[in-house]
């Protein structure tokens, strides 16, 4: 799961039985199951039922906090924790399970320990407190708590703090990994990148050679591909200031890293820091410039193929934005829902972009050409731009308001007021940089004009 997502249950766990670098199996079993097994190897089924739900809680925590932070993928691992105690907890594929360990875990599976003020699953270090010490939970200790009649969360509080509490009912869902499954760069947006400018700003006060990117904004502007160019050079990645699966992991493990958040010291992540700019998901009932983006792709991709409906481009997510979107996930071998998170999101972006880079020039004629796909700003350059200014120089020549600009394939301050004029002129949301609802009424303004609207 993505740092800008709050902690869920995880259908499944992949557990390594073996140390991380020790070539072993990896197995995968539902969360429940795991916790199980955990608890059956780490303590005893006679002791108080307080002192167990307290170790159960610890074990949880700490499995989750391996989960939320993709401790081991953001190594480069392809599993989620290991069965290794050196490392992580006890784990015993297919051993058998005390009653009372079952019934409690399946009362408590889904909640677990954060600290107050953090979102992130607490690291619930612990040991056995007899042959192994450490600065957390003590699992023989907590017998003698329980005996002293402490409840299960006094216990976790006298071992992690006053500060702590428990997130219950937490909801359960497939564990997908955080990388987006597409290349991130100069033009892209979405909750993603605000992640990624989250994390190198962070990093940059333990790196200040790494420059701080001063807008989070989940736009990936030229600040953020500086600071990504500048962080691939100091940990030897490419040095082409976009986020692969490379760079994106290495940016989770150093973010990790700095913030100690798989240790007892953790600095935690802060519920400012997962405020997603962009709506997770859309769905019937949803409105607005999001809505219209989704209806404009949509729109472009029914244009090429006939098994998607024509939908109007208004910016309200009602019954036929709901079929389309079904019938595009069922062409794409989605789950056919009307629900658009981010699979579809995804889907429905490569579709589009599959349809800009196919199209010849000569197709538009004197049309203006569809939106390219990536979001245009200040700091860029390129043909892109240079088709943005001169639609806009054309406009401008109809409505005087916006200023006269040249076309340099350069997106200067004189752009962004021009696109900010026609945004204010048109109804749409004034921010300077120019989406698909922009681009779409750009270019049907020009097409109007130079075409008498044909």
């Given at each position: 799961?993505?740092?800008?997502?709050?902690?869920?249950?995880?259908?499944?766990?992949?557990?390594?039985?073996?140390?991380?670098?020790?070539?072993?199996?990896?197995?995968?079993?539902?969360?429940?199951?795991?916790?199980?097994?955990?608890?059956?190897?780490?303590?005893?089924?006679?002791?108080?039922?307080?002192?167990?739900?307290?170790?159960?809680?610890?074990?949880i925590?700490?499995?989750?906090?391996?989960?939320?932070?993709?401790?081991?993928?953001?190594?480069?691992?392809?599993?989620?924790?290991?069965?290794?105690?050196?490392?992580?907890?006890?784990?015993?594929?297919?051993?058998?399970?005390?009653?009372n360990?079952?019934?409690?875990?399946?009362?408590?599976?889904?909640?677990?320990?954060?600290?107050?003020?953090?979102?992130?699953?607490?690291?619930?270090?612990?040991?056995?407190?007899?042959?192994?010490?450490?600065?957390?939970?003590?699992?023989?200790?907590?017998?003698?708590?329980?005996?002293?009649?402490?409840?299960?969360?006094?216990?976790?509080?006298?071992?992690?703090?006053?500060?702590?509490?428990?997130?219950?009912?937490?909801?359960?869902?497939?564990?997908?990994?955080?990388?987006?499954?597409?290349?991130?760069?100069?033009?892209?947006?979405g909750?993603?990148?605000?992640?990624?400018?989250?994390?190198?700003?962070?990093?940059?006060?333990?790196?200040?050679?790494?420059?701080?990117?001063?807008?989070?904004?989940?736009?990936?502007?030229?600040?953020?591909?500086?600071?990504?160019?500048?962080?691939?050079?100091?940990?030897?990645?490419?040095?082409?200031?976009?986020?692969?699966?490379?760079?994106?992991?290495?940016?989770?493990?150093?973010?990790?890293?700095?913030?100690?958040?798989?240790?007892?010291?953790?600095?935690?992540?802060?519920?400012d820091?997962?405020?997603?700019?962009?709506?997770?998901?859309?769905?019937?009932?949803?409105?607005?410039?999001?809505?219209?983006?989704?209806?404009?792709?949509?729109?472009?991709?029914?244009?090429?193929?006939?098994?998607?409906?024509f939908?109007?481009i208004?910016?309200?997510?009602?019954?036929?934005?709901?079929?389309?979107?079904?019938?595009?996930?069922?062409?794409?071998g989605?789950?056919?829902?009307?629900?658009?998170?981010?699979?579809?999101?995804?889907?429905?972006?490569?579709?589009?972009?599959?349809?800009?880079?196919?199209?010849p020039?000569?197709?538009?004629?004197?049309?203006?050409?569809?939106?390219?796909?990536?979001?245009?700003?200040?700091?860029?350059?390129?043909?892109?731009?240079?088709?943005?200014?001169?639609?806009l120089?054309?406009?401008?020549?109809?409505?005087?308001?916006?200023?006269?600009?040249p076309?340099?394939?350069?997106?200067?301050?004189?752009?962004?007021?021009?696109?900010?004029?026609?945004?204010?002129?048109?109804?749409?949301?004034?921010?300077?940089?120019?989406?698909?609802?922009?681009?779409?009424?750009?270019?049907?303004?020009?097409?109007?004009?130079?075409?008498?609207?044909?």
């Amino acid at each position: 799961m993505a740092n800008g997502d709050l902690p869920y249950i995880p259908n499944l766990i992949t557990v390594h039985l073996g140390k991380p670098d020790q070539e072993a199996q990896n197995v995968q079993v539902s969360f429940p199951d795991y916790i199980k097994s955990v608890a059956s190897s780490e303590i005893y089924p006679t002791w108080p039922e307080s002192a167990i739900r307290a170790n159960i809680y610890a074990q949880i925590s700490f499995a989750l906090n391996r989960i939320y932070t993709e401790w081991y993928r953001s190594k480069g691992y392809d599993f989620d924790i290991t069965n290794s105690t050196q490392y992580d907890q006890a784990f015993v594929y297919g051993r058998d399970i005390y009653d009372n360990i079952s019934r409690i875990v399946d009362e408590i599976f889904n909640n677990y320990v954060r600290k107050q003020g953090s979102i992130e699953p607490y690291f619930t270090e612990f040991c056995n407190g007899t042959t192994v010490t450490c600065p957390g939970l003590s699992q023989w200790g907590t017998v003698s708590l329980a005996e002293q009649g402490y409840t299960p969360y006094e216990i976790l509080q006298y071992y992690y703090g006053d500060d702590i509490e428990i997130v219950r009912n937490a909801p359960i869902r497939s564990n997908i990994p955080s990388y987006p499954g597409t290349v991130l760069r100069l033009g892209s947006s979405g909750n993603e990148v605000q992640d990624i400018q989250i994390q190198l700003n962070r990093i940059a006060d333990n790196y200040p050679s790494i420059p701080k990117i001063p807008n989070i904004s989940g736009r990936f502007d030229q600040n953020t591909e500086n600071a990504v160019r500048q962080f691939q050079k100091i940990f030897n990645l490419t040095q082409d200031g976009a986020v692969g699966k490379s760079t994106w992991y290495k940016i989770k493990y150093i973010y990790n890293s700095v913030k100690r958040l798989g240790e007892l010291s953790s600095e935690g992540i802060k519920y400012d820091e997962i405020a997603n700019v962009l709506p997770t998901v859309l769905r019937r009932g949803d409105t607005g410039n999001y809505v219209q983006a989704l209806q404009y792709y949509l729109s472009v991709i029914g244009y090429f193929n006939e098994f998607i409906p024509f939908i109007q481009i208004d910016g309200i997510f009602g019954p036929a934005t709901e079929d389309a979107v079904k019938q595009f996930q069922s062409l794409y071998g989605l789950t056919a829902d009307g629900i658009v998170g981010r699979q579809t999101w995804n889907k429905l972006e490569d579709a589009y972009l599959g349809i800009v880079r196919s199209l010849p020039e000569e197709y538009y004629g004197a049309r203006a050409k569809i939106y390219p796909g990536r979001l245009l700003q200040e700091g860029m350059r390129g043909d892109d731009i240079t088709d943005l200014q001169t639609y806009l120089s054309l406009i401008g020549r109809t409505y005087t308001e916006i200023p006269e600009i040249p076309v340099t394939g350069y997106f200067g301050s004189q752009t962004a007021d021009a696109v900010r004029k026609f945004q204010e002129l048109f109804g749409i949301p004034v921010s300077g940089v120019v989406g698909p609802p922009t681009w779409n009424a750009i270019a049907n303004e020009y097409n109007a004009i130079t075409l008498g609207g044909l």
